[in-house]
């Protein structure tokens, strides 16, 4: 079918086949809602089915290997439909912010665009159909807006902690903050529902700070704002937190009770290596002062068979994991990634690295350290009559069993009384006032 005038708007009746596919982290969720709200105006029909597609919309991620090479695998099959059928290839994300774009612009893509350039994605595009040639549109400069889309709010980007395993700060650069004021704006006219829960994104999110405003104070402006009743962000550094923020933790109801702190390793000296900035000690210090002020639910982030990992830092990554307990944990082996620090350190054996994988694929989640607990959940609706799903702090679900329809949009206390897999069972307890 062609479908240029459908994009050029003299179409009124017809809708163009769209498949998207997000790689990596929450940020990149964001980026791709917030891409199809910028082309609301076209008529557009989001479908799962690869091969009914006519145009393929790919938001990529080059923080680990695997991403990549799954990104670039089907980019190579979209190809092969190309030849046999008209279609548009529309790559954006990290993958797109490399220093060297040569790799890619030698790949069949017709639009290439940054996260940056999505501000003027309707503009890109129709320009494509009226020149019908490639386009690489990549804006480095930082575009004084943020956007948000649904419960997500991004309010920084880039990092300034030069990890020694990490691409971002090359790809995203250096730490910039959202005005505040604008974010607290948005938040209020967009956020319009009784009961909203919210998430903040950032690469390094607690390390905020837009003139006197650090991420304390804007947690703070945000709890004061009366439809917010609950909010979480992702993801953190334990050296950016102040004294402010345990304040806050212990004296509102609307932060959340689950924290997202990346350990990567229990060795200090991996962590050394990694230029973490924090040895097992201070994490261990920093989650006791925590546990004092509140029950609080922890997920981590792990890199297995780091360079110059032995068996010996490895075995304390496990001690450190039985002892902390984290509700969840995100594993990933060691990615070299050009432009790093760790890109000329020598990795380890392919033999080791599959070793090391295979025992942490055989760690179970704590979820039964919620068992016979009190904790807070939305009420986002029922899946048969009397049966209710809710959502609590640490994104899981939880069925529990009440009479009344007017509960879904609020928030209520549950005790949680069982868990098999991944799947909650609670007992109504009571209203969760604020």
Do not use: W
């Amino acid at each position: 079918m062609d479908f240029d005038f459908l994009f050029l708007g003299t179409a009124m009746f017809f809708f163009i086949n769209f498949f998207s596919k997000t790689f990596g982290c929450n940020i990149n969720d964001s980026e791709t809602i917030f891409f199809f709200k910028n082309i609301f105006y076209y008529k557009i029909k989001i479908i799962k089915d690869f091969f009914k597609a006519e145009i393929y919309f790919l938001n990529s991620c080059v923080i680990r290997k695997n991403p990549q090479i799954k990104i670039l695998k089907m980019i190579k099959k979209i190809n092969f439909i190309k030849k046999y059928k008209k279609i548009i290839i529309l790559l954006s994300g990290c993958l797109t912010e490399l220093e060297d774009l040569n790799k890619i612009k030698s790949i069949n893509i017709d639009i290439i665009f940054n996260s940056l350039s999505i501000f003027y994605i309707k503009k890109i595009i129709k320009f494509y159909f009226l020149t019908k040639k490639k386009i690489l549109f990549i804006k480095k400069n930082k575009i004084k807006l943020f956007f948000k889309t649904n419960n997500l709010v991004n309010i920084m980007q880039g990092c300034n902690h030069n990890c020694s395993y990490c691409v971002i700060p090359q790809i995203k650069g250096n730490e910039f903050f959202y005005n505040s004021k604008k974010i607290l704006n948005y938040i209020i006219k967009n956020f319009k529902k009784k009961f909203c829960d919210l998430l903040l994104l950032g690469q390094n999110i607690n390390s905020y700070k837009f003139k006197k405003i650090n991420f304390s104070s804007l947690l703070f402006n945000i709890s004061k704002i009366k439809n917010i009743k609950r909010i979480n962000f992702i993801s953190s550094n334990i050296n950016d937190f102040d004294n402010n923020f345990f304040f806050f933790y212990k004296n509102s109801k609307k932060i959340s009770n689950n924290l997202h702190l990346p350990l990567q390793s229990g060795s200090n000296n991996i962590l050394k290596i990694m230029n973490r900035k924090y040895n097992i000690k201070k994490y261990l210090f920093f989650l006791k002062n925590i546990k004092k002020i509140k029950f609080t639910t922890y997920s981590t982030d792990i890199i297995i068979s780091f360079p110059k990992e032995c068996f010996i830092d490895f075995d304390l990554t496990l001690k450190i994991m039985k002892k902390i307990k984290f509700l969840d944990f995100f594993f990933f082996i060691y990615s070299r990634r050009k432009n790093t620090i760790s890109y000329n350190f020598r990795e380890n054996n392919k033999i080791k690295k599959i070793f090391k994988l295979k025992i942490f694929q055989k760690i179970k989640n704590n979820y039964i350290i919620l068992i016979n607990k009190k904790v807070r959940v939305f009420v986002i609706g029922y899946i048969k009559k009397n049966i209710f799903i809710g959502k609590m702090d640490n994104f899981k679900f939880v069925f529990f069993e009440y009479f009344n329809y007017k509960i879904i949009g609020k928030f209520i206390n549950l005790k949680i009384i069982s868990v098999k897999k991944n799947v909650f069972l609670g007992i109504y307890n009571e209203f969760y006032y604020l």
